[in-house]
């Protein structure tokens, strides 16, 4: 080529005394590099060879990319599919395979513990239910878990319909209950479940084959049961209390019936004298009703008193108390109303109530009203002590009275005077005589 006055250059290479670089080498021609086309297109050239470099690498990391997560993809499905199948037995005892991917691996021994955590803790569970089922069979008293379904139930539960305890499991709760209790037990167990305030104890019928029923006391409690809310009810027999108290009902109410009847009035008081019942006779007589007398004593409503002389003769409740005993207020005495309005001729007694032990828990008294049978015997004492044509003492009243006197003389050394006359009107005076006891 011809050299157009420039230096000398060498084709291919540069010399050895200054290497140079990929982007320093020289593919062109002599004659070439004085022309800016040339250059224009090597450095194109390189630029579309170093694109392509680089699209290659970017496809080879996207290949290499989506090939790692394909692999993490399939491996967690192989995870997911481990959990899937654990989670469907309730088994918490697997394991999870361990892949050789570090980051799976680390998922795996992760779950792993949790499934060791749960495996404890249903160990702990599933002891804990033992305990609970082992102690409810050997209780004689019916033990129902419930909501409104039965979830565990005892064999005496069981025995109540004669199943089996586990033949009880499922079904309505409300079922064993007698029709008459059916609605208050359920409302009862509905409001304990709401978390609202409700009686601890209640007492039902249970349907036992029996057309009477069983009676019991039922205690509830709210619990969690395999973690659900649910009800421990406890229900112990109370049959036989329940008889007791029926029969203690109808001998109570025989017993009033009774009183209620008689003509006798009677009061009953407790331990301090206050009076706590009255019957109708007993109102009668005194002249108040039971509501009023309630509370009060009995010589805050009568006084009563000796017929002859009025003299008090005390309260016959304090008197019972006092001394322990049977007290009896004699023939002669008076009933006063705390008026003074009214007047009854009364025979009053009082005796101590007494209870287990001979513990004294009140007192009752008695009292008759004997005023029309003590105005018979004043009528007939007074005409067989007095004569009819003169209204005075027939001569063996005046004996009767002469030797009364004359004994208490003697007795008491009293003296007394006798004046004696004579009421014979044909006589032509009267002659007094004096005469001395002795």
Same mark, same amino acid.
């Given at each position: 080529?011809?050299n157009r ?16 670089t ?8 002599p ?7 040339? +250059?224009?297109k090597?450095?194109?050239?390189l630029i ?5 470099i ?17 692999t993490?993809r399939?491996r ?8 899937l199948?654990?989670?469907?037995d309730?088994?918490?005892g ?10 799976s ?11 060791d ?11 804990r ?23 565990l ?14 033949q ?12 008459a ?5 359920? !409302? ?9 305030n ?9 349907? +036992?084959g ?6 019991v ?53 407790? +331990? ?6 009255? !019957? ?5 007589i005194?002249?108040? +009703?039971?509501?009023?007398a ?12 000796d017929d002859?002389d009025?003299?008090?003769?005390g ?12 007290? !009896?207020?004699?023939?002669r005495?008076v ?13 009053i ?5 007494r209870?287990p ?13 004997v005023?029309?049978m ?6 007939m ?7 009819l ?18 004994d208490?003389a003697?007795?008491?050394?009293a003296v ?5 006359m ?10 007094p ?6």
């Open positions: 080529m011809v006055g420039g230096p000398p250059r060498l084709l291919g290479y540069a010399s050895q005394a200054s290497p140079k990929y982007s320093d080498l020289d593919f062109s021609t004659g070439d590099t004085d022309r800016p086309e040339n +250059n224009n090597i450095t194109s050239d579309i060879i170093t694109l392509s680089l699209l290659g690498l970017s496809v080879l990391v996207s290949i290499w990319l989506a090939t790692q997560k394909r993490a399939q967690n499905e192989v995870i997911n599919q481990e959990l199948a654990a989670s469907q309730a088994s918490v697997r394991r999870l395979s361990v892949p050789n991917d570090p980051e691996a680390q998922l795996a021994h992760t779950v792993n513990r949790l499934f955590a749960l495996a404890e803790r249903d160990e702990k569970i599933q002891e239910d033992r305990l609970f089922k082992d102690f409810a069979r050997t209780l004689p008293e019916i033990v129902i878990v419930h909501d409104e379904k039965i979830l139930a005892n064999e005496s539960a069981a025995s109540l319909i004669g199943l089996e305890a586990t009880l499991v499922g079904r309505e709760i409300a079922d064993l209950v007698k029709p209790y059916r609605a208050l037990f359920r !409302n009862t167990m509905a409001k304990r479940m709401a978390g609202e409700v009686p601890q104890r209640l007492e039902i019928q249970l349907i +036992n029996n057309e009477s029923g069983l009676w006391e039922a205690q509830s409690s709210s619990i969690e049961f395999h973690g659900h809310p649910a009800i421990l009810t406890v229900a112990r027999d109370v049959s036989h209390r329940k008889s007791l108290e029926i029969s203690l009902s109808c001998s109570k109410r025989q017993a009033q019936y009774t009183l209620e009847s008689i003509a006798e009035g009677v009061i009953t008081t407790d +331990n301090d004298g206050r009076i706590d019942y009255m !019957n109708v006779a007993a109102e009668s005194i002249g108040t +009703n039971r509501d009023d309630a509370g009060h004593r009995v010589g805050e409503l009568f006084s009563p008193v002859a009025r003299r008090p003769l309260d016959p409740v304090e008197r019972c108390l006092a001394m322990r005993r049977r007290v !009896n207020m004699g023939r005495a009933l006063v109303s705390s008026a003074g309005e009214q007047e009854h001729s009364v025979e007694s009082a005796s101590p109530i209870g032990g001979s513990s004294i828990s009140g007192a009752v008294v008695v009292f008759h009203d005023s029309e003590r105005g018979l015997t004043r009528q004492s007074y005409q067989a002590t007095h004569d044509l003169t209204g005075l003492i027939n001569r063996r009243e005046f004996e009767r009275r002469l030797d009364e006197a004359m208490s003697h007795a008491e050394e007394h005077m006798l004046f004696y004579d009421l014979d009107i044909t006589a032509a005076h009267t002659r005589k004096l005469y001395k006891d002795g």
